[in-house]
């Protein structure tokens, strides 16, 4: 059970981090400063992360209501799971790493610059 509920949850936060890391990217292309691309990217995308996560929430909730045992367990982690990641990991933790690492998230090898194409 818990690598059922690991593998849905993985699946599930993918999205929340697509959406945050790359309306962060669009901020810094912009601005140049990571502060301030990080301030914007989750002020762009905190209603959308709050609502999908929200939305889902309430959606484990209501299946857990089935009878099964099997399925209210999976249907209570999930939702817990999902409400830990949309308010901790993607609200507090990835925000702030991107912040602490400042220049670094933007780095790109000079070898890997000539092999891949422009990220931008």
């Given at each position: 059970?818990?690598?059922?509920v ?73 939702a ?16 702030t ?24």
């Amino acid at each position: 059970m818990p690598i059922a509920v690991f593998a849905f949850l993985f699946g599930l936060s993918m999205d929340y981090e697509v959406f945050l890391l790359s309306r962060i990217r669009e901020e810094y292309d912009i601005s140049h400063d990571t502060d301030r691309a990080v301030v914007q990217g989750v002020a762009r995308t905190g209603r959308l992360v709050s609502s999908a996560a929200l939305i889902l929430f309430l959606a484990f909730i209501a299946l857990s209501r089935v009878p099964t045992v099997e399925v209210k367990i999976l249907a209570t982690a999930l939702a817990l799971g999902i409400i830990i990641d949309a308010t901790i990991v993607r609200g507090v933790l990835a925000p702030t790493l991107v912040a602490l690492l400042g220049p670094a998230n933007w780095y790109f090898p000079a070898r890997l610059r000539r092999r891949a194409p422009d990220p931008r």
